[in-house]
C-alpha cells in the first residue's frame, strides 16, 4: 500500500536548469525527509522537517532547497542543477523519534 | 560522526542456505539500529529495528540481534528464497536528530533457484 508519493518518476533536464519535485504522505506524521541515492546506490540524508520547520541540513549545497506548505507535503527545488546531482531523490515519512521511516518510490533525474 | 560499515558489497547464494550480512556502527550515543530492504524500482522499505542492547528484531524470517560490546547488528536468515533478491541496508537513526538514518553502503544479495 503507498503512502508516500513522488512525482515525477523521471526527469531529464540540462546543466544549469531548476527542477522542482513533489512529496506528499497521507500516513498523517509529523517529520519528513528527502535522501538522495547515487549511482553506487549510497544513500544520504539531505533534508529532514518536522511540522513545516527544517530541522536538519547535512551541508547539502546551497542549491538545493525544501519547500513545505504543510506537513504532509514536501518538495525539494534545485535552483540550477549539475551533473553530479544526477540521481534518484527519495522522500521519506516517520511518525517521530525511534520510529521507523516509510519511503516513496523516488525521482530518477538525469543532468545533461 | 555517526557511521555504518556493511562489509559485504554482494552476496550469492542458492535457495535455502544461510544467510549473513554484517553490519558495523559507530556512534557517539545509543543509537537505534534498522535493517530496510530494497528491491528494484522502488524505495527502501523498513524490514524491522532494535533500540537497545540484546533486542532481537525480525521480520519474514531475517533477524538480528543488537550488539553494543561489538558495535553489531548481523542480519541473518536461516533460509533464502528467490524472492529474497534484493538490496539490503543496515541504518543507524539519530536519536538526537529526529531519528535521521545513516546508512551503510547496502549489500545486493542474489539468489539462484
Known amino acids: 500500500e503507498t503512502a508516500v508519493f513522488q512525482t515525477p518518476n523521471y526527469h531529464v533536464t540540462q546543466v544549469g536548469n531548476e527542477v522542482s519535485f513533489n512529496c506528499k504522505q497521507t500516513l498523517g506524521h509529523d517529520t519528513m525527509y528527502w535522501y538522495k541515492q547515487d549511482s553506487k546506490k549510497l544513500l544520504k540524508i539531505m533534508f529532514s522537517?518536522?511540522?513545516?520547520?527544517?530541522?536538519v541540513n547535512e551541508t547539502v549545497p546551497r542549491r538545493f532547497s525544501p519547500q513545505s506548505s504543510d506537513k504532509a507535503h514536501l518538495n525539494l527545488r534545485i535552483k540550477s542543477v549539475e551533473p553530479e546531482d544526477s540521481a534518484v531523490y527519495l522522500c521519506a515519512s516517520s511518525p517521530g523519534r525511534n520510529y521507523e521511516q516509510y519511503f516513496g518510490p523516488g525521482t530518477r533525474l538525469t543532468v545533461l | 560522526g555517526d557511521s555504518v560499515t556493511q562489509t559485504e558489497g554482494q552476496v550469492a547464494l542458492s535457495e535455502e542456505d544461510f544467510l549473513t550480512i554484517h553490519c558495523n556502527y559507530s556512534a557517539s550515543g545509543y543509537p537505534a539500529l534498522f535493517w530496510y530492504v530494497q528491491y528494484p524500482g522502488e524505495g527502501p522499505q523498513f524490514l524491522f529495528r532494535a533500540s537497545r542492547d540484546k533486542e532481537k528484531g525480525s521480520s519474514r524470517g531475517f533477524e538480528a540481534t543488537y550488539d553494543k560490546g561489538t558495535t553489531s547488528f548481523h542480519l541473518r536468515k536461516a533460509s533464502v528464497q528467490e524472492s529474497d533478491s534484493a538490496v539490503y541496508y543496515c541504518a543507524l537513526g539519530d536519536m538526537s536528530n529526529y531519528n535521521v538514518l545513516y546508512f551503510g553502503s547496502g549489500t545486493k544479495l542474489t539468489v539462484e533457484p
Open positions: 522537517y518536522n511540522n513545516k520547520q527544517l530541522i
